[in-house]
């Protein structure tokens, strides 16, 4: 009567796992089970029903329960196999594999189910030596080709999700390892998953805590070890450069940042910060160029990093590279809605604006700071030079470009000679703004007037005598090298 009601729980149970309901089959194999608990079919099924719901350690327990009663019962050796393969031990696969291949050498199912577990043999080698090569992405790549095989194989998913934390995919590799610790809370790769996550989301001091308290209940963790002492060192190189910065010893602070860089480059947060660091030490030695690589080596490896581009942008603003610098700016209020980064890209295009204009100061040859007589001298000097009578003799475009430099050195007298003018043009207001045109100039009038009215024109003066000064204190043009003379004073 036992073995006839077991039957009927079977064939009910069986019926059930027809309809996909695993649940409903399991509770009744089970009861199957109770009444007969020395028939390995039973087993087998429940073994089967779990398999159906990835319960594959429980089914794997169930297969070699029913592998023990009967050993000649061939579909537990193959549950098994899939169950073993299903969890990562190839080994184990491989062996219940040979034992169906025994009896049955063309079994198509146990042949296939042997060539996956030898892929999955391959895809675990091929990520090791990845892995030892420092080659993370490809490393990760061959672990999820092994975990196609091996969905529930805990191990090849936490040295996955390793391999994503140094890759920078802090989430995924978190999500991994909360996945793991929910089932198993203690197991010490996922909490080490958990400590490099902290480490590489560069918050050093929390994972240097947990790596520490894996190490108490895991002292033999090799890899936790070695993670352990690279972070203390980078914490401790980072520390030692930030102290020199401050203490304003730039030229160790320097050392300090580009030794802690050459610690770990996978660690893309950290190095960022350094990065933006050793830029900040090199904005103080007045090297802009090299602070621009390292703001860009920095946004490179965090592209949200708004320090780095704020750096960036009053390093190319000190390098008057002022496009860049509005590029940057540009990037920030993107990043930030703020209103001081609205200011910030507001004066950026303003200084834009202005080094587009013509430096009058510079045509000249004079400081912003020049004093009236010193503009005066500069521009009597500069028109003498670029007057386009001194350049009779020159090709056609010598004569143009002196004509431009002339009409240039005229156009900036009249600006800087102008207290008014000036000011709006140091304040980088528009000068064409309620005080005409800057198109009208003649610089044929403003050096007639200059050099006074009596001086007759600039052409045909004849030759250059003897130049000296006027006993009234003008000029005469001969100390000046040219085809033409006149006096004035």
């Given at each position: ?160 999700a390793e391999g994503m934390a140094k ?59 070695v993670a352990l002492r690279l972070a ?241 204190g003008g000029y005469y043009a001969d ?11």
């Open positions: 009567p036992a073995a006839a009601s077991a039957d009927e729980k079977k064939a009910a149970g069986n019926e059930q796992y027809k309809k996909k309901n695993y649940l409903a089959a399991v509770q009744l194999y089970s009861e199957a089970i109770e009444l007969a608990p020395s028939c390995a079919a039973y087993y087998g099924n429940r073994a089967a029903a779990n398999m159906m719901m990835e319960k594959y350690a429980v089914a794997l327990d169930d297969a070699k329960t029913a592998i023990r009663l009967d050993g000649s019962f061939l579909k537990a050796y193959t549950r098994a196999a899939k169950c073993n393969l299903a969890l990562g031990d190839v080994q184990a696969a491989v062996h219940c594999l040979d034992k169906v291949l025994e009896d049955q050498p063309g079994n198509k199912d146990a042949l296939n189910d042997k060539r996956s577990a030898e892929a999955v043999l391959k895809f675990k080698i091929r990520a090791e030596e990845c892995e030892a090569r420092g080659d993370f992405r490809t490393a990760v790549y061959h672990y999820k080709q092994a975990l196609d095989q091996a969905p529930s194989c805990v191990a090849f998913k936490l040295r996955q890759l920078g995919r802090i989430s995924d590799a978190q999500s991994v390892a909360n996945e793991v610790l929910t089932r198993d809370r203690l197991n010490p790769d996922a909490i080490f998953v958990r400590a490099l996550c902290l480490y590489y989301n560069d918050d050093v001091e929390n994972a240097v805590k947990l790596f520490k308290q894996l190490l108490v209940s895991d002292p033999d963790h090799s890899r936790c070890k203390k060192q980078l914490r401790l190189k980072k520390d030692e450069g930030n102290v020199a910065f401050k203490s304003g010893k730039f030229a160790d602070a320097e050392q300090l940042y580009t030794a802690a860089l050459e610690l770990d480059e996978h660690n893309k947060i950290t190095n960022a910060k350094l990065y933006n660091n050793r830029a900040a030490v090199r904005m103080k030695l007045r090297e802009f160029p090299r602070a621009i690589t390292d703001c860009t080596r920095a946004v490179e490896l965090d592209d949200s990093y708004v320090k780095a581009y704020q750096r960036r942008a009053r390093c190319y603003t000190e390098n008057e590279q002022f496009e860049e610098a509005v590029r940057d700016y540009d990037k920030v209020f993107q990043i930030e809605h703020t209103r001081a980064n609205k200011d910030a890209l507001h004066e950026a295009k303003h200084r834009l604006k202005m080094s587009q204009r013509k430096d009058y100061y510079k045509i000249l040859g004079v400081s912003k700071s020049a004093t009236e007589d010193e503009i005066k001298k500069a521009y009597r000097k500069q028109a003498l030079k670029h007057h386009p009578d001194r350049h009779a003799n020159a090709s056609e475009e010598e004569k143009a470009e002196a004509e431009k430099r002339f009409k240039e050195v005229g156009e900036a007298y009249s600006i800087l000679s102008d207290a008014r003018k000036r000011a709006r043009f140091d304040s980088g207001q528009d000068l064409e703004d309620g005080m005409g045109g800057m198109g009208d100039i003649d610089p044929s009038t403003i050096f007639q007037a200059f050099f006074g009215g009596g001086m007759g024109g600039m052409g045909g003066m004849g030759g250059m005598g003897g130049g000296r000064r006027g006993g009234g100390d000046m090298p040219g085809t033409f003379s006149f006096s004035f004073g």
